[in-house]
């Protein structure tokens, strides 16, 4: 993986030199809070409802077992014990101290990390497949490009003060498990005549005006990738809208503009830039790919695996539900599920850090993955090693089997932490996870994404869940809004509301209505929700939900 | 004639915890909403809240939200000030662990 040059670990150590003495004018009265406001943000930290929160940077989804030691360290020296993974591949620690972050910044440094442009309007945390390098199928790691355009964006002095925040998400596999279209801009790896290039997709995004990204081009060669992206956000940061916060996404400028006159700017941008790139990007590219080269994978074979795999329910169960095929023989990746039943969805204890750190660097080659659906990943997992690591996962609560089924939810952290949420997201995500447990339907339910937000910025993702929930004050009491037939995948889509909101304790019952239908309606087993929902439409679950004639009231309220 | 004040509380984060805090009678901060200084008319609160804009080395983000009188003292009215006086629901941390 790759490995800060000298350049980039002194560019991290003077930023927190820079944001110490900020925090030290900022206690001693020299700064104000509008002073001191956009520096804090600039460096990952927030004030939340009861604490501070710092935002941590996994440009990529990527760690090695010193990164995630340091993290469970940091969790535990400075916070509560333990860190959130959220949505975009970033760790948030809940619960941190003004005058320790310093402290926390420069014991990230240590390793590599940094939580700088985790916030502001600039270009974020750049995103990628959590499977990226390991998944069979893939056309090409998407970690270099997503590399190069983190390093391109740091501190690039045209992008510190775009209309809005902007997000990449780069996938290099055509399953697209990086959400690209709902990303400022969204990176889809392809080859053509044996080039490989990006179809760029441009302007999607959630949030209040959700909407999927048009494709800007078919094909960038990569050497023509990073003067084409500067040229998509130069047009952006001239065209964006600065009036109206709601407005200034670039889903906005594109819907207002139309796709094709931005195409036409931003090809003629294009034309101006790409002869300032002398070459060294290609250069710098070269050099990242070489870092993220695929270890020497071993084919040992599968050990005692398949007894294993026959002689014990409990392990096949999670064979079955929680590994992916790899692209070498004698390897899966594992997905490690951050929500156990009744858990937090993405909340990981230190103790639980070390113990997936210890079998990363014992057993899989040093490397972790953070999803976006808020799980860790092995993503090189030797088959002869696989009982031994469930052995150990067990004991640390982390062998719960149920990836991509219906207690996989993913939650933004809602009103138990967020300033801006409306309504709280965790507990719904509990009460639903527990719920169907006790149900032992979970199996029988199969492939389910459900996505919570706790407000209408959408960090739940919930238009392209398959069910989404949406948290909402109205008049001031929780509200629950579902979407249905969301999706985040190739070809994504955004949900369609079923109608009006539930009342807090009404939710659960919601859902289970949905599930009985569709479990009802469905053309057996094989037949997977999203599958049905695509085949029936909404009016069947309109009716599961409102009852008798509600299909026919489309968004009453 | 203008519809009669609904009373409020001044609120705010502490600077150096982040704690959630609030005005006091004796015009200090407490983390308790019951102890609270329940502000009942619209110039008293403005006052309020123009001092606690010039306390930035103690506090963060102040602003003026609804309460009711209890037995104990101030109540929140609004789900969102509930949550403020304790802390998250999934864990036990926060101000509810102290209380």
Known sequence: MYRYSEFDADFVRNRVAQFRAQVERRIDGSLTEDEFKPLRLMNGLYLQLHAYMLRVAIP????????LRQLAMIAERWDRGYGHFTTRQNIQFNWPALRDVPDMLDALADVGMHAIQTSGNCIRNV?????????AGEVADPRPIAELIRQWSTDHPEFQFLPRKFKVAVTGHPDDRAVTAAHDIGLRLVRRDGMLGASVLVGGGLGRTPMIGKVLADFVPLADLLPYLEAVVAVYNLLGRRDNKYKARIKITVHETGIDEIRTQVEAEFAARKPLFSGVDQALLAAITAQFAPP?????GSGDFAAAYGGDPVFRAFVDTNTAPHRSPDHVILSISLKAHGATPGDCTAAQMRRVADLAQRYAYDEIRVSH????????LPKRHLAAVHASLREAGLATANIGLVSDIIACPGMDYCALATARSIPVAQQIATHFEAMKLEQDIGPLKIKISGCINACGHHHVGHIGILGLDRAGVESYQITLGGDGGPDAMIGERAGPGFAYDQIVPAITRILTAY??????PQETFLDAYRRVGIAPFKEALYGDGAAGQADAA | MSAPYSPKVLTANALLEGDVVYLAPDGGWTRRHDQALLITDAATAEVHLRDAAARVHEVVGAYLADAKPGPRGPEPLHFREVFRTRGPSNYHHGKQERA
């Open chain 1, 519 to 524: 479990l009802a309606l469905r053309h057996g």
């Open chain 1, 296 to 300: 020497d994978f071993a084919q040992e």
């Open chain 1, 60 to 67: 990529y989804g990527t760690l090695n077992s010193a990164q």
């Open chain 1, 127 to 135: 995103t990628a497949d959590h499977f990226a390098g390991a998944s």
């Open chain 1, 373 to 380: 659906e808020q799980n860790l990943v092995l993503p090189h």
